[in-house]
T-cell receptor, first 117, second 111 residues
Framework: SAVISQKPSRDICQRGTSLTIQCQVD?????MFWYRQQPGQSLTLIAT?????????ESGFVIDKFPISRPNLTFSTLTVSNMSPEDSSIYLC??????????????FGPGTRLTVL | RKEVEQDPGPFNVPEGATVAFNCTYS??????FFWYRQDCRKEPKLLMS???SGNEDGRFTAQLNRASQYISLLIRDSKLSDSATYLC????????????FGAGTRLAVHP
């Protein structure tokens, strides 16, 4: 499976500020995904990021709050804008794996643990 | 009704026990099914894809029942290291790889 890294691994931020999270993959991938995992909860998809097109956001998530960039096939960023304590979560990127004949398997980066004060 | 439902547990079992988790999904158009393992403060790691014919990987067996819309995970001969949260996930047909996760089932294996 692809090796995925995220920066930063964790951060503590003040409300009203913004944080940009980076996701780097060691191979070219078409689709990248951004998820959020709030404390004690499961994962919720924020958006799908394809290179060369606008990200597709899930219900409840908007571009103004979570702008995404996908400049090439190995990199993406997610910005959490105008943060509030409710944005305290783990943010994870994922990619679809490349096992021949196996579809839809996703692999996750190590996550960014965000605390908003 | 949630799209993917799991018993949150925790399941507390002794080493060597056999434990089974079920996961139900509401959309009959779901096309792909997975079990992930998540350790505390770590990212989910893919444990198994679940195929229509069922599949086995060592002590782990996954089954799919499309008629009743559930998937299962069986762990035999539980080890202390199996303690984790097990998440099931499904992909809808035409869902562009969008994974929908259950809330997870906590497993605690004790000596």
């Amino acid at each position: 499976s692809a090796v995925i890294s995220q920066k930063p691994s964790r951060d503590i931020c003040q409300r009203g500020t913004s944080l940009t999270i980076q996701c780097q993959v060691d191979s070219q991938v078409t689709m990248m995904f951004w998820y959020r995992q709030q404390p004690g909860q499961s994962l919720t998809l924020i958006a799908t990021a394809n290179q060369g097109s606008e990200a597709t956001y899930e219900s409840g998530f908007v571009i103004d709050k979570f702008p995404i960039s996908r400049p090439n096939l190995t990199f993406s960023t997610l910005t959490v804008s105008n943060m509030s304590p409710e944005d305290s979560s783990i943010y994870l990127c994922s990619v679809v794996g490349g096992r021949a004949g196996v579809y839809n398997e996703q692999f996750f980066g190590p996550g960014t643990r965000l605390t908003v004060l | 009704r949630k799209e993917v439902e799991q018993d949150p547990g925790p399941f507390n079992v002794p080493e060597g026990a056999t434990v089974a988790f079920n996961c139900t999904y509401s959309n009959s158009a779901s096309q792909s099914f997975f079990w992930y393992r998540q350790d505390c403060r770590k990212e989910p790691k893919l444990l198994m894809s679940v195929y229509s014919s069922g599949n086995e990987d060592g002590r782990f067996t996954a089954q799919l029942n499309r008629a009743s819309q559930y998937i299962s995970l069986l762990i035999r001969d539980s080890k202390l290291s199996d303690s984790a949260t097990y998440l099931c996930a499904v992909v809808l047909s035409g869902g562009y790889n969008k994974l929908i996760f259950g809330a997870g089932t906590r497993l605690a294996v004790h000596p």
